[in-house]
């Protein structure tokens, strides 16, 4: 039987300021000096795309048919398009049929959509110029630490995924997902957003989000016969990988935990530590049972209501930041090829 995580009374909930500065991921805050880098000779020429507002396009012909504007699209976007309309919309009809036209507007003119597609093309996101800037940025610290890497063309969409990468080609960016946390719509859909995700529905996040894709992309995790400590160190990377890669950006925006969070688990570090030793999450090897200490969620099971979700991938990048400490001699590229867990483990003495 697990035990329980250690009396809520011993964890100190209270700080100042100064010790939550001090603090912080290992003092991440003093570090950030340490991981910025001259980029200024390094020339990467981005490629977007506005799908989103092509796609709206079609909403904006007046009295002539959509037909032959979407298989305009068909032709620029190629698999993009067809991937879109088939897995994320779920269309069936053929992608160059005037079926699929007609019905592609039909879903644009719903009332419910076109208040948030409009909200997101002609308003909040009418111009992405900051983002692109931003980005480019982020692209170039990818290719200082990897110069082999392939950098992806922009596309901007709606309804799907914040963000995700299509093939080595795209990295597709879901703008609708970041129209502020009180915007209506998150608060109104069925089924019903969660807080904690809600909270990271705002412009500031997409960056991050869409680095962390791109860390995940070049270095993917195989999920196959792992254990937790192999998913805890691998989600450990790709955050230490976001601090190089946006060095300029607060931890906050990097891992997804709000400060108090982070503040938090700061000042319980030990104790949580002690929590997956004692109750032997490191070795698990049943997905049902790890799974929920390494993704998000609201809570973490076991532990006082003030632990946030996903407080493995949190002491994974605890552990990360001081193998990297004790091994100086390791590259960010070196790292992110390592991959034995265990020998990260050992080589960091970590030891909260």
Not at 90 to 110: V, Y
Not at 253 to 270: A, P, R, V, Y
């Amino acid at each position: 039987m697990k035990k329980n995580f250690l009396n809520k009374n011993s964890f100190r909930l209270q700080f100042s300021v100064l010790s939550f500065l001090i603090l912080i991921s290992g003092c991440s805050t003093c570090n950030k000096k340490n991981y910025e880098v001259d980029v200024s000779n390094i020339s990467v020429e981005l490629k977007t795309h506005r799908f989103d507002k092509d796609l709206m396009s079609l909403t904006q012909l007046a009295d002539s048919p959509p037909c032959e504007p979407m298989r305009t699209m068909k032709k620029e976007y190629g698999d993009f398009f067809s991937y879109y309309v088939h897995e994320i919309l779920s269309f069936a009809e053929p992608d160059t049929s005037c079926d699929l036209a007609d019905s592609l507007q039909a879903f644009l003119f719903n009332p419910y959509f076109k208040s948030v597609f409009d909200t997101t093309c002609f308003h909040v996101y009418d111009n992405v110029d900051d983002l692109n800037k931003q980005l480019t940025e982020g692209f170039k610290h990818y290719i200082y630490y990897f110069p082999n890497a392939h950098i992806p063309a922009v596309v901007y969409y709606l309804n799907g995924p914040r963000a995700f990468t299509y093939g080595d080609s795209l990295l597709a960016i879901g703008l609708d997902n970041y129209l502020g946390s009180d915007y209506w719509y998150y608060h109104a859909v069925q089924p019903a957003i969660p807080q904690f995700l809600i909270r990271r529905l705002r412009k500031e996040y997409i960056v991050p989000n869409a680095m962390s894709v791109m860390g995940t992309n070049l270095f993917p995790f195989i999920d196959d016969g792992k254990k937790c400590l192999d998913e805890m160190i691998y989600n450990g990377k790709i955050l230490y990988l976001q601090q190089h890669i946006l060095p300029q950006t607060p931890d906050s925006l990097i891992t997804g935990f709000s400060q108090k969070d982070l503040e938090w688990m700061n000042d319980n570090e030990k104790e949580m530590w002690g929590y997956y030793l004692e109750n032997k999450l490191l070795y698990e090897t049943d997905a049902l049972v790890y799974k929920k200490y390494v993704n998000d969620g609201p809570s973490t099971t076991g532990m006082p209501p003030e632990a946030p979700g996903n407080t493995g991938s949190w002491i994974g990048w605890r552990i990360i930041q001081k193998f990297m400490e004790e091994n100086p001699d390791y590259t960010l590229q070196g790292l992110m090829n390592e991959q034995d867990a265990q020998k990260i483990l050992t080589l960091s003495k970590y030891k909260p």
